[in-house]
């Protein structure tokens, strides 16, 4: 079993950053795929970014290209989402999700933990 436990989000305003971290158990958190979503009131939930197991490769959606950056320790069973340049459509449930497999997609299936969430807003 693993526990993904989201923190860091919270209230910004716009143009602001802020730095979301996802800390896994699990004593092979390092051969995980790893990606953050986000879901906003009403709408479905959205890939945002997604890292390899070793860190090599990184993959973004379009929305957060060059703003958001995926990152992750495996010394420290952390994998984080740095956020930049947040805008008010920004704002949602941020999640992060494990695959067991180790590959990385935009496809929720692919996933097969979830934290909980954690809420960010951006004011305008």
């Known amino acids: 079993q693993v526990q993904l436990v989201e923190s860091g989000g919270g209230l910004v305003q716009t143009g602001g950053s802020l730095r979301l971290s996802c800390a896994a158990s699990?004593?092979?958190?390092?051969?995980?795929?790893l990606g953050w979503f986000r879901q906003a009131p009403g709408k479905e939930r959205e890939f945002l970014a997604a890292?390899?197991?070793?860190?090599?490769?990184?993959y973004y959606a379009d929305s957060v290209k060059g703003r958001f950056t995926i990152s992750r320790d495996n010394a420290k069973n952390t994998v984080y989402l740095q956020m930049n340049s947040l805008k008010p459509e920004d704002t949602a449930v941020y999640y992060c999700?494990?695959?067991?497999?180790?590959?990385?997609?935009?496809?929720?299936?692919?996933?097969?933990?979830w934290g909980q969430g954690t809420q960010v807003t951006v004011s305008s």
């Open positions: 999700a494990a695959a067991t497999t180790g590959t990385i997609s935009r496809n929720e299936r692919n996933y097969d933990y």
């Open positions: 699990g004593r092979t958190f390092s051969s995980y795929g």
């Open positions: 890292i390899s197991w070793s860190g090599g490769s990184t």
